[in-house]
């Protein structure tokens, strides 16, 4: 059996192996702030949102509620800080942390805002996402926010009757967040929800529409054929599918029907690869 020796000299050599280890010279990165070790970690500034914003450079707003809870708690960011703010408009501007208080923080701008044109095309998603449980509506918008989406509608069918207006708050909130976490500076649109009789006059007056469709012809060619236009639709049925008059109803006003493979998708699936696809698609032919 091995025997150990006494402890305390074995605490003995143990605190003067740290003695020699600490006094040894060892390089050490010297980070000016906290939003110095954002810039290493993330490639920007930390962003927040702001429905004002300085109107030019040295002016100041004040940013408050949970916006200033998630800078001066969540990371801890302090006096002298650089950030930015945008509007969801398209605005954007750079500046630092002046002076914070138990209400809110002052933010004064570095330079000048900026404005950015919102890309094209735009894509407005209607979707039935009214029978979605466990967090998959929340999860449907949330992509859709990250793939640039212009705006989502809830859609109202006879498989999907309704949705609650409790949803629809919480879904604002996924939005923001989503918004500052891909770096999208004009903020995703919630309609009301809508239903089909109120859709037909938006899918008529729309430049594309696309309407996904179990069986029908391959989306990839249609965008074959297609020249992307500057916005459209994008329509997804409910789990069990549009029934045959709400089909016809949407054909006959215009939309393209369009499929998405061999397999039935969820609705969130479903949303998700059109949307991805025409996104990709739109960016291919705008690099071209």
């Known amino acids: 059996m091995q025997v150990l020796p006494p402890i305390r000299p074995r605490l003995a050599a143990i605190a003067d192996c740290w003695r020699r280890f600490s006094s040894r010279t060892l390089p050490v990165r010297a980070f000016s702030s906290s939003s110095d070790l ?8 930390p962003r927040f ?19 200033f809870f998630h800078m001066t708690r969540v990371l801890r960011l302090t006096t002298n800080d650089r950030v930015e703010l945008f509007n969801g408009k398209g605005g ?14 002052d933010f004064v701008a570095l330079e000048d805002p900026k404005l950015v044109s919102p890309p094209s095309p735009q894509w407005h998603v ?5 029978t ?17 989406a212009s705006s989502v509608t809830a859609l109202l069918t006879e498989r999907s009757p309704s949705i609650s207006e409790n949803r629809v708050d919480r879904l ?4 923001l967040a989503a918004s500052k976490q891909c770096q999208r500076l004009h903020e995703m649109v919630v309609h009301p929800p809508t239903k089909i009789s109120d859709v037909l006059p938006k899918v008529s007056q729309s430049k594309l529409s696309f309407l996904a469709v179990a069986e029908a012809p391959p989306l990839m060619s249609a965008l074959t054929s297609l020249e992307l236009k500057s916005d459209g639709l994008l329509i997804v049925g409910p789990e069990g599918d549009f029934t045959a008059k709400e089909l016809k109803q949407l054909t006959e006003a215009g939309a393209t029907a369009i499929g998405l493979g061999p397999n039935r998708l969820r609705v969130e699936t479903a949303t998700i690869a059109l949307l991805a696809a025409l996104m990709l698609s739109s960016d291919a032919q705008q690099t071209t």
């Open 38 to 45: 954002w810039d290493q970690s993330r490639g920007g500034l």
């Open 49 to 67: 949102f702001s429905e004002v914003l300085p109107r030019s450079k040295g002016g100041v707003v004040r940013v408050q509620g949970d916006e």
């Open 92 to 105: 954007l501007v750079s500046g630092c942390i002046q002076c914070i208080d138990r209400a809110g923080v």
């Open 126 to 130: 209607v979707a039935a996402l009214g």
């Open 132 to 148: 979605l449980k466990g967090g998959r509506a929340d999860w449907l918008v949330e992509k859709c926010a990250e793939l640039g």
């Open 172 to 175: 604002e909130r996924v939005i």
